[in-house]
């Protein structure tokens, strides 16, 4: 473990904004008013986030901690003077989106002289920091994921202060002067290679909470981070080495986080990790916790005795209640699980917590052992149904999503088969699937990498083609009940309906009565949400909805989302 200095990068003070630098607050005392000195311009920064979950968490925080220091938010990239790009490192195609944008922002930056560029997130590796700045040419300051906390500080704008009362993620206003000091972020050594360390994180973001340096996304659905980094084995990812050995937060901490959003109505919470149900093995034991001993039924044993879990917190946070006595929290989500620890505490705890929503994201990636062997998942095929039937068992109707990459090095057409029977055999409701892509430094680029770029699209293709056939006719299971949705999207009037929303393909055919094919009752508008099982629902109603959960009777299915009418 090391820590260091923080070096800062100089902000030249970018031209005075069009509404006029921030006005100084008159002096009580006139003779102090000459030496008050001149407020230097706050940069207008813009966040541009790629990738998962939690960068989408921590481009809240990186947001947040910016605004508390009085900077505006820019409309978009190219009305900012600081730009802050939290980069997603598991696919090439990821990396490349932000490098094929090296050349506009060097236009951005020569017509706007002050513009500064941070590159932070997955892309950010401590051993890849020399290679870095010939691959982003046009960045000014890299900070991996565990040093976003410094942003401010880096960015030399610790000593701005924001106005008073800016308020917390969850509304409550902040403690008067509550500068929060950053924990510095420091490196720690895995397999010979040094990486990120996660060990401040759970602290800072306790701090960012506490001091209102939370910007939410949303006003309905609020990400939670319990859990950093990764101390999984998986040869082909790289998140191990961005963002390091796995790091829980402390037990209360994220309860009282979950009961603040609540407090600030909030609808649903989903608690996030790159290993969520791994939470807290690496926390002290506790007497309160003698209860938790359940051992791993695949991968390397922990030792988890005393010692709070995934289980746990769910029914901490299920069991805090409202004014009126209902749920706090009435929806409970979290992602993403790793198959080592689906254990039967939490399967227990996902079916008696009424909070909790019947949607599991437990990512497979192949559906060969062999294959499974070479990416480091230790576990088999037979643990991962063993696990499946246990919770379909349990959660009848729980909607399953995964992971899958296709063409990993050395898969065969009979391996590749092997991964379609088991999509026909678990019938997913939804499959995450790409091809795969050597990442530089990961265990795996010692393989070859020998299925043709061609042979792993048209494998994709089929894959997709699969799959799309498997979650149409789960969709159409659906026709006809009665879904609770969490209405959280006013979608924008369209002049004609061929394209579903979020850019998907348009679906082949709908199956059922379209609710959008008459026109909408005067004042109602095009809405959309999610049910519990984490389907995309469109519908029509007032847009006063948006915020409300809501039962919706499905009438019409395509292979993506469901369309229906309020019941
Ligand atoms: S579990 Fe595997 S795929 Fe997931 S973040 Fe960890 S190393 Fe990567």
């Given at each position: 473990?090391?820590?260091r200095?923080?070096?800062?990068?100089?902000?030249?003070p970018?031209?005075?904004a069009?509404?006029?630098p921030?006005?100084a607050?008159?002096?009580?005392d006139?003779r102090v008013a000459?030496?008050?000195?001149?407020?230097?311009?706050?940069?207008r920064?813009w966040v541009w986030?790629?990738g998962?979950?939690?960068?989408?968490?921590d481009?809240e925080?990186?947001?947040?901690?910016l605004l508390a220091t009085?900077?505006?938010?820019?409309p978009g990239?190219e009305?900012a003077d600081?730009?802050?790009i939290?980069?997603?490192?598991?696919?090439?195609?990821a990396?490349?989106k932000v490098?094929?944008r090296?050349?506009a922002?060097?236009?951005?930056?020569?017509a706007?002289p002050?513009l500064?560029?941070?590159l932070?997130?997955c892309?950010v590796?401590?051993r890849?920091?020399a290679g870095l700045?010939?691959?982003?040419p046009?960045?000014?300051l890299?900070l991996r994921?565990?040093?976003e906390?410094e942003?401010?500080e880096?960015l030399?704008l610790?000593s701005?202060?924001?106005p008073v009362?800016?308020g917390?993620g969850?509304g409550a206003?902040?403690p008067?002067?509550s500068?929060?000091?950053?924990?510095t972020?420091?490196t720690?050594?895995?397999k010979?290679v040094?990486?990120?360390?996660?060990?401040?994180?759970?602290?800072?973001?306790?701090?960012?909470v506490?001091s209102?340096?939370?910007?939410?996304?949303?006003?309905?659905a609020?990400?939670?981070?319990i859990?950093?980094?990764?101390?999984?084995?998986?040869t082909?990812?790289i998140?191990p080495?961005?963002?390091?050995?796995e790091?829980?937060r402390p037990f209360d901490e994220?309860?009282?986080e979950?009961r603040a959003l609540?407090?600030?109505?909030?609808?649903?919470i989903t608690?996030?990790?790159?290993?969520?149900n791994?939470y807290?093995h690496?926390?002290?034991?506790e007497?309160?916790?003698?209860?938790?001993a359940e051992?791993r039924?695949?991968?390397?044993?922990?030792?988890?005795a005393?010692?709070p879990d995934?289980?746990?917190?769910?029914r901490a946070?299920d069991?805090?209640?409202?004014?009126d006595?209902g749920?706090?929290?009435p929806r409970l989500?979290f992602?993403?699980?790793h198959?080592?620890?689906l254990s039967d505490?939490?399967?227990d705890?996902?079916a008696e917590?009424?909070?909790v929503?019947?949607a599991l994201?437990?990512?497979?990636?192949?559906?060969?052992d062999e294959?499974?062997h070479?990416?480091?998942?230790?576990?088999?095929i037979?643990h991962?149904?063993?696990?499946l039937?246990?919770?379909?068992?349990?959660?009848p109707?729980i909607?399953v999503?995964?992971?899958?990459?296709?063409g990993?090095c050395g898969e065969?057409?009979?391996?590749f088969a092997s991964t379609?029977r088991l999509?026909e055999t678990i019938?997913?409701?939804?499959v995450?699937?790409a091809?795969?892509?050597?990442?530089?430094?990961?265990?795996?680029?010692?393989l070859p990498?020998?299925?043709?770029?061609a042979?792993?699209k048209e494998?994709?293709?089929?894959l997709?083609?699969?799959?799309?056939e498997i979650?149409?006719?789960?969709n159409r299971?659906?026709?006809?009940?009665?879904?609770?949705v969490l209405?959280?999207?006013l979608?924008r009037p369209r002049?004609?309906d061929h394209?579903?929303?979020?850019g998907e393909?348009?679906?082949?055919?709908?199956?059922?009565r379209?609710?959008?094919a008459a026109?909408l009752?005067d004042g109602?508008?095009?809405?959309?949400?999610?049910?519990r099982?984490?389907?995309?629902?469109?519908?029509?109603?007032?847009a006063?909805?948006?915020g409300?959960?809501?039962d919706?009777?499905?009438?019409?299915?395509?292979p993506?989302?469901l369309r229906?009418v309020?019941?």
């Amino acid at each position: 473990m090391t820590s260091r200095h923080l070096p800062v990068l100089d902000l030249a003070p970018p031209a005075v904004a069009p509404d006029g630098p921030r006005p100084a607050a008159a002096a009580a005392d006139a003779r102090v008013a000459e030496f008050r000195p001149v407020d230097q311009a706050l940069p207008r920064f813009w966040v541009w986030t790629l990738g998962c979950q939690m960068n989408k968490s921590d481009s809240e925080e990186m947001a947040g901690r910016l605004l508390a220091t009085g900077c505006a938010e820019a409309p978009g990239m190219e009305a900012a003077d600081l730009i802050v790009i939290n980069t997603c490192a598991i696919r090439e195609a990821a990396e490349a989106k932000v490098i094929g944008r090296q050349g506009a922002l060097a236009a951005l930056k020569a017509a706007n002289p002050a513009l500064r560029v941070v590159l932070t997130g997955c892309a950010v590796r401590e051993r890849d920091r020399a290679g870095l700045r010939r691959r982003f040419p046009a960045v000014d300051l890299f900070l991996r994921p565990d040093e976003e906390p410094e942003l401010v500080e880096r960015l030399g704008l610790a000593s701005a202060q924001g106005p008073v009362g800016l308020g917390s993620g969850n509304g409550a206003p902040n403690p008067p002067g509550s500068a929060v000091a950053p924990r510095t972020a420091a490196t720690t050594v895995v397999k010979g290679v040094a990486v990120s360390a996660a060990d401040h994180l759970a602290g800072s973001r306790a701090d960012a909470v506490a001091s209102g340096a939370v910007r939410r996304e949303s006003a309905v659905a609020a990400w939670l981070p319990i859990i950093y980094g990764c101390d999984k084995t998986c040869t082909y990812c790289i998140v191990p080495f961005s963002r390091g050995p796995e790091r829980s937060r402390p037990f209360d901490e994220v309860v009282d986080e979950a009961r603040a959003l609540a407090a600030a109505g909030y609808r649903e919470i989903t608690l996030l990790g790159q290993n969520v149900n791994s939470y807290g093995h690496d926390l002290p034991a506790e007497a309160r916790f003698a209860h938790v001993a359940e051992a791993r039924r695949a991968g390397r044993q922990i030792d988890r005795a005393s010692r709070p879990d995934l289980a746990e917190l769910i029914r901490a946070i299920d069991a805090l209640r409202g004014p009126d006595g209902g749920l706090a929290v009435p929806r409970l989500r979290f992602i993403t699980s790793h198959p080592w620890d689906l254990s039967d505490r939490l399967v227990d705890a996902m079916a008696e917590a009424p909070s909790v929503c019947a949607a599991l994201h437990l990512p497979v990636q192949s559906g060969d052992d062999e294959v499974l062997h070479r990416m480091g998942r230790q576990y088999s095929i037979a643990h991962y149904e063993e696990r499946l039937g246990r919770i379909r068992g349990a959660i009848p109707g729980i909607a399953v999503s995964t992971d899958v990459i296709v063409g990993f090095c050395g898969e065969t057409e009979a391996q590749f088969a092997s991964t379609l029977r088991l999509l026909e055999t678990i019938r997913y409701e939804q499959v995450f699937a790409a091809a795969y892509s050597p990442r530089p430094g990961t265990p795996a680029t010692r393989l070859p990498d020998d299925v043709p770029a061609a042979v792993k699209k048209e494998r994709l293709n089929r894959l997709l083609a699969l799959q799309e056939e498997i979650g149409f006719a789960r969709n159409r299971e659906r026709l006809g009940s009665v879904a609770s949705v969490l209405v959280d999207t006013l979608e924008r009037p369209r002049g004609h309906d061929h394209a579903e929303e979020g850019g998907e393909p348009p679906p082949p055919t709908l199956a059922g009565r379209d609710p959008f094919a008459a026109p909408l009752p005067d004042g109602w508008v095009r809405l959309a949400g999610r049910s519990r099982e984490n389907r995309l629902v469109h519908l029509a109603g007032p847009a006063a909805i948006v915020g409300s959960i809501v039962d919706v009777r499905i009438e019409a299915v395509g292979p993506y989302s469901l369309r229906g009418v309020l019941a």
